[in-house]
């Protein structure tokens, strides 16, 4: 049995929408404690790690261990439909194979229904890397630098050297570049064992972080040379950190 009711549902449905960017259909595990997603994109080159405790909720149950395979952009579909002074209701049918949604304002009451999928028989493994450099920086700024990168490139290169966080992009129709040097106020620290640093689909990042900066101001950056990075999003509750594969020879 699983089942969440939520009185504020733009925290839940941003955080949602975060998901949706690389996953198309997930599997959640939930108990007692929390739900929690790991997935990764159809073409493997992005991950996600997302966790929510009970916490977060107005009210949260679940008995013993549940999981709940659904394709979340369909999820969130419905969740567009919520109006932010509704009290939500979130409901696993198991009987019916269906994933019971229901909003209520006053004497009025909607209820919407979805179906949920076979559990995904792939296992997602958790990551495993040495990071040699790491870099904690507002959100909103790491936004500007992307978006930056977007005017002139497909790919971006993120670089911790020295003293100096740098993002930078080239391409036929010129250049961007954003250097923050370890005293800068919206860089908050900065950790560096070796000189690191990779190159990566700038249309990922720019999803994900468009995503993420409307739930996160504050993320950190987990970097190796030719590496995935790490991009752990802090959330006020719960987790949120995404793993994008890097373009090498590019």
């Not at 890397?129 to 904690?136: D, E, L, T, V, Y």
């Not at 002139?152 to 050297?161: C, G, M």
Request: charged share 30%; hydrophobic share 45%.
């Amino acid at each position: 049995m699983f089942e969440v009711e939520i009185s504020h549902i733009e925290p839940f449905r941003n955080l949602i929408k975060a998901l949706s960017v690389i996953v198309e259909e997930g599997s959640f595990n939930m108990d007692e404690g929390q739900m929690k997603l790991l997935a990764m994109d159809p073409s493997h080159v992005a991950m996600v790690d997302f966790e929510l405790p009970n916490e977060f909720f107005d009210r949260y149950l679940c008995e013993g261990e549940a999981k709940l395979s659904i394709n979340i952009g369909e999820f969130l579909k419905f969740l567009d439909r919520v109006d932010r002074d509704e009290q939500v209701k979130i409901k696993l049918d198991e009987e019916q194979a269906r994933l019971v949604i229901q909003c209520k304002r006053g004497g009025h009451t909607r209820r919407f229904m979805m179906p949920i999928l076979e559990p995904l028989e792939e296992e997602v493994p958790s990551p495993k890397i040495f990071f040699k450099a790491s870099a904690r920086i507002l959100t909103q700024s790491l936004r500007r630098a992307i978006r930056d990168a977007a005017l002139v490139s497909e790919h971006v290169k993120l670089e911790i050297a020295g003293d100096e966080l740098k993002v930078s992009a080239v391409g036929d129709m010129g250049s961007a570049f954003s250097v923050w040097e370890r005293e800068a106020d919206d860089l908050l620290e900065l950790r560096s064992e070796e000189d690191s640093s990779a190159t990566f689909t700038l249309s990922y990042l720019q999803d994900i972080i468009n995503a993420a900066v409307v739930s996160s101001e504050v993320a950190t950056l987990e970097l190796s040379t030719d590496m995935p990075i790490k991009m752990n999003f802090e959330l006020p509750q719960g987790r949120l950190i995404y793993y994008l594969a890097p373009c090498i020879g590019v």
